[in-house]
T-cell receptor, first 113, second 120 residues
Framework: DQQVKQNSPSLSVQEGRISILNCDYTNSMFDYFLWYKKYPAEGPTFLISISSIKDKNEDGRFTVFLNKSAKHLSLHIVPSQPGDSAVYFCAASALYNFNKFYFGSGTKLNVKP | GAVVSQHPSRVICKSGTSVKIECRSL??????MFWYRQFPKQSLMLMATSNEGSKATYEQGVEKDKFLINHASLTLSTLTVTSAHPEDSSFYIC????????????????FGPGTRLTVL
């Protein structure tokens, strides 16, 4: 039962342009969302998070948008850099089950020079 | 801050042997640590939740006698793959939960670098 979905397995973007990675969830109880970046053979690195009381959170080049009515969140990276090439996972958790983070299947981003 | 280490980074062993993987939170205390497994080109699969001083909570389908978890202190959790077989070969990743980061309330899992296990 995939409660967090990333429907695009890959995305290719030109350097300097905006990268938009999307994530959908099905559980309306989710109220905390995170994005992680992962290089091959390494553990995921935390990027940015957002709680359900907000609809936007920004940190440098990274902005996460949350649309609760659509159960959709997105990560915007602008401007994209070749070093951003990695697999990006979104994750969600719910207050009633705070110990469990549900991860999407990941989107592989390729930023072309 | 919020650094998590894992040891070893990779291990190759013979079928039937047991392998222990350590996960440490280096600059914070983690009452909760998690163990994940990742197959090639797939997402992270949560295996178990490890709480300091109590028994681990295993996800459905994960054999607790096969994957022994010990969380003896606030900075260390270990995963032991007992009687390893080739199908146990995978990338194992731990994470530690931190509620505070730089004085700000948060709730984030910080991941270790992973351990590549190859069972011959």
């Amino acid at each position: 039962d995939q409660q967090v979905k990333q429907n695009s397995p890959s995305l290719s973007v030109q350097e300097g342009r905006i990268s938009i990675l999307n994530c959908d969830y099905t559980n309306s109880m989710f109220d905390y969302f995170l994005w992680y970046k992962k290089y091959p053979a390494e553990g995921p690195t935390f990027l940015i998070s957002i709680s359900s009381i907000k609809d936007k959170n920004e940190d440098g080049r990274f902005t996460v948008f949350l649309n609760k009515s659509a159960k959709h969140l997105s990560l915007h990276i602008v401007p994209s850099q070749p070093g951003d090439s990695a697999v990006y996972f979104c994750a969600a958790s719910a207050l009633y089950n705070f110990n469990k983070f549900y991860f999407g299947s990941g989107t592989k981003l390729n930023v072309k020079p | 801050g919020a650094v998590v280490s894992q040891h070893p980074s990779r291990v190759i062993c013979k079928s039937g042997t047991s392998v222990k993987i350590e996960c440490r939170s280096l600059d914070f205390q983690a009452t909760t640590m998690f163990w994940y497994r990742q197959f090639p080109k797939q997402s992270l699969m949560l295996m178990a939740t490890s709480n300091e001083g109590s028994k681990a909570t295993y996800e459905q389908g994960v054999e607790k006698d096969k994957f022994l978890i010990n969380h003896a202190s606030l900075t260390l959790s270990t995963l032991t793959v007992t009687s390893a077989h080739p199908e146990d070969s995978s990338f194992y990743i731990c994470s530690a939960r931190d509620y505070w980061l730089n004085g700000t309330s948060t709730d984030t899992q910080y991941f270790g670098p992973g351990t590549r296990l190859t069972v011959l």
